[in-house]
């Protein structure tokens, strides 16, 4: 280890992380919301919208809930309804089940559910039988957006841009989608600065990009957004269609979209413990912080919440190997000594996190308009990722903040990092940071104020700090935001066969 | 005898490394695959936008459909100075939050009251945010700082009905919204339809209306029924400035 981090202050920093996290494990432990039972629904088989679009699960638990609540969870009395034509549900009378009716509802829903989860099962089989046909990239992987809105322009820009080189795609959702309360339903072409996440859509893209890894005889990721109001259902489907990387972040809907800080706890829990079964690796949203954050006052803001989303993320059944972490590449660069401080920062997050999927954001913030400027800065982001061994390197575009990304700045951006890998891929062998010196001192730093910064959460309640603006310097009262009438606590013998099954493990 | 100003002309040309040179630099990329034909290609479309002579030095293939160039040339076209006139800069003094607040007491004798919003389907709340909350934006404190601005930030994708509702119940003063999502001019469209909605709903009596967003730069207020756009880097100050400005003219820090 290059910084010779003192292991009882790190031993420290996730007690506290823990025992901040407690309260909140408990509180997604003992509710459910709307969205996790939809998502329990859509693993048994439901799928497919009314003449008006909404769809079926919207429609069932909407009236289930009108009828006899949520309290006990959607499983039983809909299973407990359910006769031969599942079309004929939506008009059924709900009742809670007792008895041997509970009995046979139980395992009636326990079996459609298991099925579901079967296939996530089969799919995860399936990503691993392909890694071995056409192999897996070499980390660091690189990351490329697109985001037309139209799926079918997505698919030759995917495949485009994994021939030019990227390991990871990701298809940015409609801007409108976090705060639906419902998943669109098949392909669509129209969407606001992305595509909608929807089952069709990821069923496309990733035959797309299957066909496209046997091409380059490398297996290219699919990844997606596992947020907003819909985060478990989203997080079902990504297993349903073996996507392979979900964004996913304990706390980023709540800041960055106000949705409700209770509803995010309890469908992220759900989300999670789907990603743990299905293989996917998560990636959490810190790097947002320092968009509002300046980057060195809060840099211990970003490894205070790393270790909330490794707890978060643990309890659900996550692995190491599935923790895709983030950061950002956001000091300003008028600043002296920044890319010193860049790759303390970055170092720190890579030595807490030894066997992490770290996810390395480029810079955003100071990208002015000076695209020649901003490829330099590009390029020493490229060089700070490899010299400290970032997993996943998201390319800057040297237009960023100009217009989306053209395919020229997309190859220019490749050209960069190909560049900073050939010269300098190798370099974290020879990066020692000196005993003592600026990049020590500094990385100790930030570890010690998040030691304190996680004392002071651990006592107030992650929820008050949340609220009193922590993470991204953004107020969010606990009942704040939207979402919150969708959260419902559990009543003696809510059943979700979901999650025991989830918690049974394969 | 007088000269007219109109027959004194300036010329200019652009300027590589000697006085009228004229070069330029541009990059593009043809839909065609590379080689010396796209080459050709790319000469021709310079030699269209005016640039005699000019040479490709650099030229890539993107795939096998596509070719990325660098292009340099002497630009033809001659522009007089002396017929620019000098675009209006702000129109109003920058003041302190102190100055802002004193004007508020002085002239209003109650909070001044600002409702702010990302509206339609634009989640992007970072603009919007950067100006109200305390934070603020490039070392300046939002409005939610200023002790005589009362601060209401509905957050992001706002109905524009919701809006026009939320603003009359606390008898706004100002509404502010930001808009970042410019697919298919979402966010002229939206700024557009809430102008019309709040003209609609108050008439007259509406509050005023400031709209800010990095992709404004090709309208004008006028065009899009608003008072007032803000671009890329406005910092709180500025705004808070401008509400004193426009809502209370009277008013003069000396």
Known sequence: ?506 | MTISTETIKQIIRPYGDTTGDAMVQVSFTLPVPHGSRAAAAALQLAGKMGLDPASVVHSKAMGPDFTFFIVYGKATHLIDYAGISVPEGREYPLLTPQQVNLAIRTVLGRELVVVGACIGTDAHTVGIDAILNVKGFAGEKGLEYYREIQVHNLGAQVEVSELVARAKACDADAVLVSQVVTQKSAHLHNTKQMAAAFAEACGLGRPLLVIGGPRFDTVTPSDLGVDRIFGKGTTPGEVASYLVHALLPTWSPS
């Not at chain 1, 974290?428 to 959460?457: C, H, I, S």
């Open chain 1, 1 to 506: 280890m290059k910084l010779d981090l003192d292991p009882e202050v790190v031993a420290k920093a996730r007690r506290l992380a823990a025992r901040a996290a407690e309260p909140i494990i408990e509180l997604a432990r003992t509710h459910t919301t709307v969205s996790v039972e939809r998502a329990v629904l859509r693993l048994a088989g439901v799928t497919g919208a009314d003449a008006d679009g909404t769809p079926w699960v919207n429609r069932l638990v909407d009236a289930v809930r009108d009828q006899v609540g949520l309290e006990h969870g959607v499983a039983l009395p809909v299973f407990h309804a359910l006769r031969d034509d599942p079309r004929e549900l939506v008009r059924a009378r709900f009742t809670i089940p007792s008895g041997a009716d509970a009995v046979r509802a139980r395992e009636r829903a326990r079996a459609a559910v298991g099925r579901g989860i079967a296939r996530i099962d089969r799919n995860r089989a399936d990503r691993n039988l392909l890694l071995g046909k056409h192999g897996d990239p070499e980390p660091p992987w690189i990351y490329l957006i697109v985001a037309t809105g139209d799926i079918y322009e997505d698919i030759p820009q995917a495949q485009a841009a994994a021939r030019e080189g990227a390991d990871v795609i990701a298809v940015i959702r409609s801007t409108g989608q976090s705060l639906l309360d419902y998943v669109p339903e098949g392909a669509t072409r129209q969407g606001y600065a992305g595509t909608y996440a929807t089952q069709e859509n990821f069923r496309l893209m990733r035959a797309a990009l299957d066909e496209v890894s046997g091409e380059l005889g490398r297996y290219i990721r699919l990844t997606n957004y596992a947020s907003g109001l819909c985060m478990p259902e989203i997080a079902t489907l990504a297993g349903l269609e073996r996507l392979d990387m979900m964004l996913n972040d304990c706390m980023y809907g709540i800041i960055f979209r106000d949705i409700n800080p209770r509803r995010t706890f309890v469908d992220q829990r759900f989300s999670r413990q789907i990603h743990a079964r299905a293989g996917i690796v998560i990636n959490t949203g810190e790097d947002n912080y320092l968009t509002t954050a300046d980057a060195v006052d809060a840099a211990h803001t970003v490894i205070a919440s790393q270790l909330l989303n490794e707890r978060f993320g643990h309890e659900a059944g996550l692995a190491d190997w599935q923790l895709g972490l983030g950061h950002a590449f956001e000091i300003n660069p008028e600043i002296p000594d920044s890319f010193r401080l860049e790759l303390a920062h970055a170092q720190l997050v890579r030595e807490l996190f030894p066997d992490a999927p770290l996810k390395y954001m480029p810079p955003t913030k100071h990208m002015t308009g000076n695209i020649f400027a901003g490829y330099l800065l590009d390029a020493f982001f490229n060089l700070a990722g490899v010299l400290t061994g970032q997993s996943i390197l998201l390319i800057g575009m040297m237009t960023e903040g100009i217009h989306t990304p053209w395919l020229s700045d997309r190859d220019l951006a490749l050209e960069n990092v190909r560049y900073v890998r050939r010269a300098a891929g190798a370099l974290a062998e020879d990066f020692r940071p000196a005993p003592g010196g600026f990049t020590v001192t500094r990385a100790r730093q930030v570890l010690a104020e998040t030691v304190d910064l996680l004392d002071r959460v651990a006592d107030d309640g992650l929820l008050t700090a949340i609220a009193q603006g922590t993470f991204g310097v953004t107020r969010r009262p606990a009942d704040g935001g939207k979402g919150l009438d969708g959260v419902v606590a559990h009543a003696d013998g809510y059943y979700n066969p979901a999650t025991e099954l989830l918690e049974e493990g394969p």
